[in-house]
């Protein structure tokens, strides 16, 4: 079964695992191959040919976005003729971004569409799986700010999608939240502690191949 671990034992465990001789990178390169496979898997199931899926990824600024960003080229190497698109909520330049770009990705970012979100909410609209890379182990609740922001004009996108697509793909119905709710999610490591169970499953959690000594 799924376990859970406090933001504290979390990065206790990265940092061991660096410490270990498991760079960052490393982990980041495993978390968004593991993202990248659950999607091929739905992708593999849902669809008959790889030309009709479109997948966005939210990336955020830190680590999480790092992974998405990973899951995004990984995507696009083994579905070349699939629509692949990342929308950054901030501007980044680095390594992993470049390796993205030269895939092939689509990069739009919150910074040059600040008028109406047009780009975000017509990304949304046209996405067979949204993939939300946004957000970390530091995020505390309620959400505030751009996140939350940019969230919410994606929950409104999905809204309106439901209500008029003719196509219907993908689409569950949920009750209203202030954001989102993730189904499934796909974790990067299991460490157990004693924590209630919740009153009923909201996720369905894939773990990481976990390495020896960790």
Do not use: W
Request: one cysteine or more; glycine letters at 8%; a negative charge.
């Amino acid at each position: 079964m799924p376990k859970i671990v406090t933001t504290e034992q979390m990065r206790a465990i990265e940092t061991a695992a660096d410490a270990g001789g498991h760079p960052y990178a490393a982990m980041m390169d495993l978390a968004g191959q593991a993202i990248a496979e659950r999607v091929m898997l739905r992708l593999a199931t849902d669809f008959n040919t790889k030309t009709e899926a479109r997948v966005l990824l939210l990336v955020g600024p830190g680590n999480n976005g790092g992974d998405g960003l990973v899951a995004a080229r990984y995507l696009k190497e083994n579905y070349p003729a699939a629509h692949v698109s990342c929308y950054l909520l901030k501007p980044r330049q680095d390594a992993v971004l470049a390796d993205v770009r030269e895939a092939g990705v689509f990069i739009a970012d919150a910074e040059n569409d600040v008028s109406d979100r047009r780009v975000l909410r017509n990304l949304v609209l046209d996405a067979d799986i949204l993939v939300d890379a946004l957000l970390g182990i530091g995020t505390r609740l309620p959400l505030e700010g751009e996140a939350a922001a940019y969230l919410k004009t994606v929950r409104t996108a999905l809204e309106n999608r439901r209500a008029n697509s003719p196509r219907k793909r993908n689409l569950t119905p949920t009750e209203p939240l202030e954001e989102l709710i993730a189904d499934p999610t796909v974790e990067a490591f299991q460490e157990e502690v004693p924590v209630p169970p919740p009153p009923a499953p909201l996720h369905d959690c894939g773990g990481l191949p976990q390495r020896p000594g960790l």
